[in-house]
């Protein structure tokens, strides 16, 4: 969140773990995480640990050290 916060608006919001710029939902989890907490969310992504390559709205937690 540290590296984000620098060039957009970030919050805590009710469901899920932080919206960037009002728009964009990431929930935080493991890899057995799923998506029921965001299913009927638009522009929500799912964010987990111990997996190297995403698909879809599920990605690799790891990505988001790229943006340093």
């Not at 540290?2 to 932080?18: I, R």
């Not at 965001?38 to 790229?66: C, F, H, N, Q």
Request: with cysteine; charged share 25%; hydrophobic share 35%.
């Amino acid at each position: 969140m540290n590296q984000v916060s620098q060039s957009h608006e970030l919050c805590y919001p009710k469901t899920g773990d932080f919206l960037v710029d009002d728009k964009y939902l990431f929930e935080i989890g493991g890899k057995g995480k799923g998506f029921t907490q965001i299913k009927d969310i638009p522009d929500s992504y799912l964010a987990v640990d111990d997996t190297e390559i995403g698909r879809g709205a599920r990605i690799p937690l790891w990505l988001l050290g790229m943006l340093y």
